[in-house]
């Protein structure tokens, strides 16, 4: 065996420096998981299998004295080489960030060998007769080294291709490419160097070997950043099949024009080269149709959802339109709101909101057959379309009433809640979806103003009360304007003399065209459209002008003024009050404030909080219509009110099974007195219920008995005329009970929805007149 060169021996060492680096690989493959780990592992088997082929192949020129060309075991080295190349391709191509799947990996390789075959082809024609660049140092004789050369140019279009098309951050990939290329060059000097015995050249590729490992080690070792992985095909470019197809066409043409000929190893590279840009398209065809169903899918699915509920899975507005439009004829809609669930937002949460409307649209899908439409049109409001007959949907609408009305049960208790409905149909021929839905709400909007929790089918009057009330709200925002607005007086007397002491402010509103419009039509359009506030300080500044005129002339009355309770809700109204009646230097005992006997149903802590802002001011206040709502006797006590002005459908009660009529007025009025209060009977129309208001003590009445509502003048007309008219005697009091009559009661309302009362009777004792009370 002959004595190893100093080349060889230097070789050798060199080869030796690759273990650590294939050790790093397969220690980076074990600590990471996933595709990561599989593709370091196949780095590292990859290099491990080149670094022994080359090793191996030293050593067996190290101790075999074959001359060269080794031709046997340059081919040895150049397959051993190429097996571990041709895995250290794959890892590469596996790499997290090199391609988002397996297609696309494939499609890299098939990329990179677009741009080896051009290469390749290049190549042939350099060393190629009769151009032969490289003159006699062509390797002629091993013809194995073509097998490290294919792959090194494999390994180089793969790394431009990775340049140019990794998912970002790139350099870690590309790094490993150019690593994998060194090693595919280091394998050719190596093959070549053996089979021609070339030391520089085995040399050249002991040194890249180890080198090629180490870059490859090192970029997997930095690679634990997260990618950027983007799969639009639109971000492709095209020029890895331009510029290979120039390069070729340039080549080729090159060497035909020097006389050359197209022999095997041109054939080879063209083929290669036709081959893999047929399977490049054919690739990426498959992707572009891949992504187009992609995108129809994603379109279908964003059709979906945006008309269909995200919180119920019902259909959204959008939904129901649709199926609206897409419905034959006979359709019947149902429109469903959900009373008082506002409440439920405010004291239970919105979780608890959102789980009690997730319900609603359970049981509405629950509830309805094939073919129906259940829709969430925003909020609470939802919508049921179903085709039938109007009178086949109001059956349906009566049965979600009471499956929506059952209790709800939610964590932290149950919630219970009702439903108001509206039903519209269209007509014989295709279907509106504007006018069918305005129909329904229209119909939903009457059974939430009829008492709500009710089904409300739609009628055509409704459309001419609309446009009623819209010409209303238009007409009032204008009437303080045009002067079309005006106050009328009605006399408040003082019982039983029927002299006047005071007068009750009504509105009335004169329009040139609609005439005279009643108070109960307008005053609820000025408080839904919120001009209610504006017209109520317009009353209340005439009525002070007004009184501020009376007192001057020495009419001693007060006046009252009706109070909305959105007015009194509104932001300093007491100072406002005040403002005015310093502003008209009214006293402020002579103006009286009515509230609804409605408004305490509402918030009682706000309202008294109010009421006690008005009486610091020095105002009087009324409670107007008691007998006629909620209030309970309790509360009484508690409101700062000064005047109980009982209502007049207590005063014309007809007689009662005790015998007498209107027996409430005479438990109302001893009930007043005994809280400190003056009570007001109004409605009184007949010289009877007159009567029976006086007998029951009341002092201070008001009804068409005594006038209606009058203009100013006309009221301080008869001011004069009854300031100097007699007093009416006094009524001789009634007949005290037997003094051994046993007391009695009776239980009775005092007026709807009201509390029940045990009243005692005139026979009972207790009931008598404390002493030194007179009946005025």
């Known amino acids: 065996m002959p004595s190893p060169s100093g080349v060889e021996l230097a070789g050798l060492a060199s080869l030796l420096v690759a273990v650590p680096a294939v050790a790093v690989l397969g220690n980076s493959g074990r600590r990471h998981t996933g595709a990561a780990r599989r593709a370091h592992l196949a780095l590292a088997a990859g290099g491990a299998i080149a670094a022994g082929a080359a090793l191996a192949g030293l050593l067996s020129v190290l101790m075999?004295?074959?001359?060269?060309?080794?031709?046997?075991?340059?081919?040895?080295?150049?397959?051993?080489?190429?097996?571990?190349?041709?895995?250290?391709?794959?890892?590469?191509?596996?790499?997290?960030?090199?391609?988002?799947n397996p297609g696309a990996a494939l499609r890299h390789l098939l990329d990179g060998l677009v741009i080896a075959a051009a290469i390749w082809f290049a190549g042939w024609v350099l060393i190629a007769e009769p151009t032969r660049i490289l003159g006699d140092a062509t390797p002629m004789a091993c013809p194995s080294v073509l097998i490290p050369t294919g792959l090194a140019v494999l390994s180089l279009g793969l790394t431009i291709v990775l340049a140019l098309h990794a998912h970002r951050p790139r350099l870690t990939t590309v790094r490993v490419a150019g690593g994998v290329t060194l090693v595919a060059a280091a394998a050719v000097a190596l093959?070549?160097?053996?089979?021609?015995?070339?030391?520089?050249?085995?040399?050249?590729?002991?040194?890249?070997?180890?080198?090629?490992?180490?870059?490859?080690?090192?970029?997997?070792?930095?690679?634990?950043?997260?990618?950027?992985?983007?799969?639009?095909?639109?971000?492709?470019?095209?020029?890895?099949?331009?510029?290979?197809?120039?390069?070729?066409?340039?080549?080729?043409?090159?060497?035909?024009?020097?006389?050359?000929?197209?022999d095997l190893y041109g054939f080879v590279g063209a083929a290669v080269e036709g081959l893999a840009l047929v399977g490049r398209q054919y690739l990426a065809l498959g992707d572009v149709r891949r992504y187009t169903l992609e995108l129809r899918s994603r379109e279908a699915h964003f059709r979906e959802l945006a008309h269909t509920d995200p919180l119920t899975g019902l259909a959204n507005r959008r939904g129901l339109q649709r199926a609206l439009r897409d419905s034959g004829e006979s359709l019947v809609l149902v429109g469903i709101d959900l009373d008082g669930f506002k409440t439920v937002n405010d004291m239970r949460g919105h979780d608890v909101g959102d789980a009690v409307l997730t319900e609603v649209g359970r049981r509405l899908q629950h509830n309805l057959l094939d073919g129906d439409v259940a829709a969430r049109l925003g909020g609470d409001e939802f919508a049921v379309l179903m085709r039938g007959t109007a009178d086949e949907a109001m059956l349906t609408a009566h049965r979600l009433l009471a499956v929506l009305g059952?209790?709800?049960?939610?964590?932290?208790?149950?919630?219970?809640?009702?439903?108001?409905?509206?039903?519209?149909?269209?007509?014989?021929?295709?279907?509106?979806?504007?006018?069918?839905?305005?129909?329904?709400?229209?119909?939903?909007?009457?059974?939430?103003?009829?008492?709500?929790?009710?089904?409300?089918?739609?009628?055509?009057?409704?459309?001419?009360?609309?446009?009623?009330?819209?010409?209303?709200?238009?007409?009032?925002?204008?009437?303080?304007?045009?002067?079309?607005?005006?106050?009328?007086?009605?006399?408040?007397?003082?019982?039983?003399?029927?002299?006047?002491?005071?007068?009750?402010?009504?509105?009335?509103?004169?329009?040139?065209?609609?005439?005279?419009?009643?108070p109960d039509e307008f005053i609820p359009v000025a408080e839904e459209s919120g001009l209610i506030n504006r017209i109520g300080a317009w009353v209340l500044e005439q009525a002070c002008v007004q009184l501020a005129e009376w007192l001057a002339r020495g009419h001693d009355v007060w006046v009252s003024v009706n109070l909305s309770p959105k007015e009194l809700h509104a932001?300093?109204?007491?100072?406002?009050?005040?403002?005015?009646?310093?502003?008209?230097?009214?006293?402020?005992?002579?103006?009286?404030?009515?509230?609804?006997?409605?408004?305490?149903?509402?918030?009682?802590?706000?309202?008294?909080?109010?009421?006690?802002?008005?009486?610091?001011?020095?105002?009087?206040?009324?409670?107007?219509?008691?007998?006629?709502?909620?209030?309970?006797?309790?509360?009484?006590?508690?409101?700062?009110?000064?005047?109980?002005?009982?209502?007049?459908?207590?005063?014309?009660?007809?007689?009662s099974r005790t015998g007498t009529a209107a027996p409430l007025v005479d438990v109302v009025v001893r009930l007043g007195h005994r809280l400190g209060l003056e009570v007001l009977a109004e409605g009184i129309g007949t010289p009877a219920q007159r009567a029976v208001v006086e007998e029951a003590g009341c002092r201070l009445g008001q009804g068409s008995l005594f006038g209606w509502g009058v203009p100013a003048e006309h009221l301080e007309a008869q001011l004069r005329t009854l300031r100097q008219s007699p007093s009416r005697p006094v009524p001789a009091p009634r007949s005290a009970p037997p003094a051994d009559a046993a007391p009695r009661s009776q239980v009775v309302m005092l007026g709807p929805g009201m509390r029940q009362l045990r009243a005692l009777l005139p026979s009972d004792p207790g009931f008598a007149a404390p002493t030194g009370e007179r009946a005025e």
Not at 463 to 488: C, F, M, P, S, Y
Request: glycine residues 10%; contains cysteine; aromatic residues 4%.
């Open 406 to 518: 059952e209790p709800y049960e939610v964590d932290g208790g149950s919630v219970f809640l009702s439903a108001s409905l509206g039903v519209a149909s269209t007509g014989p021929g295709p279907a509106d979806t504007g006018d069918i839905i305005r129909d329904a709400d229209l119909a939903l909007r009457y059974a939430k103003q009829r008492g709500k929790n009710r089904v409300e089918r739609y009628q055509q009057r409704y459309d001419e009360l609309l446009r009623r009330r819209g010409t209303l709200e238009n007409e009032l925002r204008h009437a303080i304007d045009r002067e079309q607005l005006r106050l009328v007086f009605q006399p408040v007397v003082a019982l039983p003399s029927t002299r006047p002491v005071g007068a009750e402010a009504l509105l009335r509103w004169t329009h040139p065209t609609l005439g005279a419009v009643r």
């Open 571 to 655: 932001a300093d109204y007491a100072g406002q009050v005040a403002d005015v009646l310093e502003r008209h230097g009214v006293p402020p005992q002579r103006l009286v404030l009515e509230v609804t006997e409605h408004a305490v149903a509402t918030d009682l802590e706000e309202l008294i909080s109010r009421l006690t802002e008005l009486r610091t001011t020095g105002v009087r206040i009324a409670l107007d219509d008691f007998g006629a709502g909620y209030s309970s006797l309790g509360q009484l006590r508690t409101l700062p009110v000064d005047i109980l002005k009982i209502d007049h459908a207590l005063v014309a009660e007809p007689e």
């Open 191 to 262: 093959a070549g160097g053996i089979c021609q015995d070339a030391d520089g050249a085995a040399l050249a590729g002991a040194l890249l070997l180890p080198t090629g490992l180490f870059v490859i080690a090192r970029a997997v070792k930095v690679a634990d950043r997260p990618v950027t992985v983007v799969g639009d095909v639109t971000d492709r470019s095209t020029a890895y099949a331009v510029v290979p197809m120039l390069v070729m066409v340039v080549a080729l043409g090159y060497h035909l024009i020097r006389g050359g000929d197209f």
């Open 64 to 100: 075999t004295t074959t001359a060269p060309p080794r031709m046997a075991l340059g081919t040895a080295v150049a397959a051993g080489t190429a097996i571990g190349i041709l895995i250290l391709l794959i890892g590469t191509a596996m790499l997290p960030g090199a391609a988002e």
